[in-house]
């Protein structure tokens, strides 16, 4: 059985186009999972909070809830970021925690 949550590192942030009719760029990080090497895309939920990513840092993706299709408007995006460097990214979001060092 596969797990729901994996753990990798960020390896870079992109920005992904929303397909039509909608018009944005959707804020993703690409990630390299430690368990199996393999490079996925995730999406970073809220405003602002890629900013609270840094390359390398060590990030817990899991999936989107679809069992691994890509969601809404965002193509080839499977998984969402949860914590970072074991915070989780809505605490940093609502500046509950600060990031550690």
Known sequence: ????MAKGIVVEKM????????????????????KN????????????????IDEND????AGFGRKGHAIGDIPGVRFKVVKVKGV???ALFLHKKEKPR
Request: glycine fraction near 8%; proline fraction near 4%; aromatic fraction near 4%.
């Open 1 to 4: 059985m596969g797990a729901c």
């Open 15 to 34: 920005g992904v186009e929303a397909k039509q009719p909608n018009s944005a760029i959707r804020k993703c990080v690409r990630v390299l999972l430690k």
């Open 37 to 52: 090497g393999k490079k996925v895309a995730a999406f970073v939920p809220n405003d602002g909070c890629l900013n609270f």
């Open 58 to 61: 060590e990030v817990l993706v």
């Open 88 to 90: 989780s990214l809505l």
